[in-house]
Every structure is written in structure tokens, then in C-alpha cells.
């Protein structure tokens, strides 16, 4: 029932910048740790950023500086504002959620993906 709809994605040059959307829907949003992860073609899925309920942020090295996670608890949407993009930032990006309050079986979810493409 958790449904996590992602948008944003395109094609964009290097040095660009793109802001993704990810809309959630069917649980507590404000309770739930938010991400943002992504999979680059032949690679393994990898954490971008993450976000707490309270809005404590934390990135991986390689978009720290470049890449802002926020989240509007009002709208149940988390963002990911990536600038100065880098051809090797291109990967299908995933939305994930967490439910902090389920801690037996299954507590996460994912999005569909989108996808990012820098060209240089």
C-alpha cells in the first residue's frame, strides 16, 4: 500500500542541475527516514543521501557539497537538489522509505526510479 512516485529525471550537461521528487503515500510520512539511492548501469545500487523525520541529513563522499536532501512533511515529499552534475552521476535514482516504527520484517519501500543522464 506504501506507493513512492519519483520525478525529475532527464537528461542534462555537465555542470547542470536537476531537482528530483519523491511523493509518498499510504503511511505516517513525518515518522518515516527518507532516501535517496541510485544504480549506475552495471553497478551496484548505492545510498546517495538520507534523511531523518527530524531532518538530520547524511551523504555519501562523492555528492557531498553538490547535492542537497530536504524533506516538506506537508506534501509527504522528499527532494534531491543535485548541482555541478557530473557525467559520472548518471544512474537510475531510487526513492526509499523507512518506517522507524516497524522494526520486525520488512520496513522499507522503494520507488519506480528515475532516470539521470549528464552528458559531457
Known amino acids: 500500500q506504501v506507493q513512492l512516485v519519483e520525478f525529475g529525471g532527464g537528461l542534462v550537461q555537465a555542470g547542470g542541475s536537476l531537482r528530483l521528487s519523491c511523493l509518498a503515500s499510504g503511511t505516517v510520512f513525518s515518522f518515516a527516514s527518507m532516501g535517496w539511492y541510485r544504480q549506475a548501469l552495471g553497478n551496484q545500487r548505492e545510498l546517495v543521501a538520507t534523511i531523518t523525520p527530524g531532518g538530520m541529513a547524511n551523504y555519501t563522499d562523492s555528492v557531498k557539497g553538490r547535492f542537497t536532501i530536504s524533506r516538506d512533511n506537508d506534501k509527504n515529499t522528499v527532494y534531491l537538489q543535485m548541482n555541478s552534475l557530473k557525467p559520472e552521476d548518471t544512474a537510475v535514482y531510487y526513492c526509499?522509505?523507512?518506517?522507524?516504527?516497524?522494526?520486525?520484517?520488512?520496513?522499507?519501500?522503494w520507488g519506480q526510479g528515475t532516470q539521470v543522464t549528464v552528458s559531457s
Open positions: 526509499n522509505l523507512r518506517k522507524t516504527w516497524v522494526t520486525r520484517g520488512n520496513n522499507y519501500y
